[in-house]
């Protein structure tokens, strides 16, 4: 954009006084102050635009206060005065207001049986609002216990694997095979005075054909075997390099071979 000097003129005379463009450097003052005249002209823009600004931030803030704290005033009005959240929808602070006092002069007219109504579904409304937090912490606490527990019983899974004479393979894949497996047919607790888990069916003890509770090391045994990590001859094995509990010795003669690896037993279940 360029300015005659006419128009330069006129735009210094509105910004500021006392200044007027020349034709050349001979005519101007020598000892001008450029910074007091740019200081002027920011004294003029700020008295015409802080008004205009003023407005503008005030506007913007009434908004965002509004905005952020008339929700929270509806849910205060449901719950102290007991109006229908739909009826508040979609009103300002003043009709709010307003739609409370009529609330509270209501309440002044109401019978007693009115009242005990009132306050009967407002004692309601609080204790479904306690139900509904007690019932999401429960929830919460269980699936904290249930982590807790599978932790548990991966560690005990992970103990017998590694009591047991096995031919090679990762332990900690194993157990967790083993800990699917288990609990793909009973209820599995952990008992933490025992450190040993304890199989249920139906919320009964597991029992074997004689009447004898189903042991968390016999259904480790039968799996190993059936999956083909049992090592079948330990007579040449030290008892300290195959664990501490006393696993019988299995006949090398014995012609009952596992017809699958432990990948395939886990994945058929």
């Known amino acids: 954009m360029k300015l005659s000097i006419e128009q330069a003129n006129k735009l210094l005379s509105q910004l500021t006084a006392g200044?007027?463009?020349?034709e050349d450097e001979q005519t101007a003052d020598k000892d001008a102050d450029i910074q007091s005249v740019i200081i002027n002209i920011n004294d003029v823009l700020s008295k015409d635009l802080k008004p205009i600004l003023t407005e503008e931030v005030k506007s913007a803030a009434e908004s965002a206060f509004t905005a952020r704290y008339l929700g929270a005033l509806r849910s205060a009005a449901h719950r102290v005065f007991s109006?229908?959240?739909?009826?508040?929808e979609d009103l300002s602070l003043e009709q709010m207001l307003s739609k409370c006092k009529g609330a509270i002069d209501s309440r002044y007219n109401q019978t007693e049986a009115e009242?005990?109504?009132?306050?009967?579904?407002?004692?309601?409304?609080?204790?479904?609002q306690i139900e509904?937090?007690?019932?999401?912490?429960?929830?919460?606490?269980?699936a904290e216990s249930d982590k807790y527990r599978q932790k548990d019983i991966t560690s005990r899974c992970v103990s017998i694997i590694q009591q047991l004479p096995r031919k090679g393979g990762d332990i900690d894949e194993q157990a967790e095979m083993l800990k699917y497996k288990?609990?793909?047919?009973?209820?599995?607790?952990?008992?933490?005075?025992?450190?040993?888990?304890?199989?249920?069916?139906?919320?009964q003890p597991a029992m074997v054909g004689d009447n004898k509770p189903v042991t968390d090391e016999d259904f480790a045994?039968?799996?190993?075997?059936?999956?083909?990590?049992?090592?079948?001859?330990?007579?040449?094995?030290?008892?300290?390099?195959?664990?501490?509990?006393?696993?019988?010795?299995?006949?090398?003669?014995?012609?009952?071979?596992?017809?699958?690896?432990?990948?395939?037993?886990?994945?058929?279940?």
Do not use: C
Not at 19 to 22: C, G, P, R
Not at 115 to 125: F, I, R
Not at 188 to 200: A, K, M
């Open 19 to 22: 200044v007027s463009v020349v």
């Open 83 to 88: 109006i229908p959240r739909k009826e508040l």
């Open 115 to 128: 009242k005990q109504t009132l306050l009967e579904a407002t004692v309601q409304d609080y204790e479904e």
């Open 132 to 142: 509904s937090l007690k019932a999401q912490h429960q929830e919460e606490l269980a």
């Open 182 to 203: 288990m609990q793909k047919v009973y209820e599995v607790r952990y008992n933490e005075s025992s450190g040993r888990l304890e199989l249920f069916k139906e919320g």
């Open 221 to 269: 045994r039968e799996w190993a075997e059936r999956t083909g990590i049992l090592m079948r001859d330990t007579r040449h094995i030290l008892p300290s390099d195959i664990g501490t509990e006393p696993w019988p010795v299995l006949n090398t003669t014995d012609t009952d071979q596992p017809g699958m690896n432990a990948i395939e037993a886990w994945a058929e279940g």
